[in-house]
């Protein structure tokens, strides 16, 4: 099993332009989570999924998108990128009861100039 | 929401002595605490976890234990070694949330030979 994966691993922006930071996961676990890490400030929930077609807020959403068409994938979209948004992003998916582990992803580096 | 609180933001110790790391929560249902592992350009890594029906849970050389009453609980890790040189965080989750994990602000550990 590859576990969590994200794509891609560094990603440089401008002020305005948009991306999807793609996560992919083969446990065929039924919740996934996004977080952003910003120095000093441990990890922040942004979105997460509790399965194929279920969305919801996190503590920090706003200039975030997610969908959850498949089981397998949660791709995280930025509309129009801000300088706010210079993170590392995680991705993690948790299988549930009765295992509670949320394994992560390798991050995403993301600078907005 | 829940809060939670880590400290020491950092903690320096000498090879072979131990190291503790504490943690508060704010969220009385909160039921599920988790201690993850980050090293270097690495997602975090679930070392140990405990649920809140459980006072005490040990692996190895790390043991966690909670005080349900004073809402905090602890990360012990004894015989540190250079390779215990890390971020450490701590995380709370409530219920069923299964996808949404709260993170303290996490401690630098540095273990010197």
């Known amino acids: 099993n590859a576990g969590v994966t994200q794509t891609p691993k560094f990603q440089v922006l401008k002020t305005g332009q948009s991306m999807t930071l793609q996560c992919a996961q083969d446990m065929n676990h039924e919740y996934m989570s996004w977080y952003r890490q910003d120095p000093g400030m441990g990890l922040r929930l942004i979105h997460y999924s509790v399965g194929a077609g279920i969305t919801d807020q996190g503590e920090v959403p706003n200039g975030y998108n997610v969908s959850r068409s498949t089981t397998e994938d949660f791709p995280l979209r930025l509309l129009s990128a801000a300088p706010s948004q210079t993170s590392v992003y995680f991705c993690?998916?948790?299988?549930?009861?009765?295992?509670?582990?949320?394994?992560f992803g390798p991050g995403t580096r993301l600078t907005v100039l | 929401g829940e809060n939670v609180e880590q400290h020491p933001s950092t903690l320096s110790v000498q090879e072979g002595d131990s190291a503790v790391i504490k943690c508060t929560y704010s969220?009385?249902?909160?039921?599920?605490f988790p201690w993850y592992k980050q090293e270097l350009g690495k997602g975090p890594q679930l070392i140990i976890d405990?649920?809140?029906?459980?006072g005490e849970k040990k692996d190895q050389r790390i043991a966690v234990t909670l005080n349900k009453t004073a809402k905090h609980f602890s990360l012990h890790i004894t015989e540190t070694q250079p390779e215990d040189s890390a971020v450490y965080f701590c995380a709370a989750r409530t219920g069923t949330s299964y996808g949404k994990l709260t993170f303290g602000q996490g401690t630098i550990l540095t273990v010197h030979p």
């Open positions: 969220d009385s249902a909160s039921n599920y």
């Open positions: 405990i649920r809140s029906n459980v």
């Open positions: 993690a998916s948790c299988g549930g009861a009765p295992y509670n582990e949320q394994f």
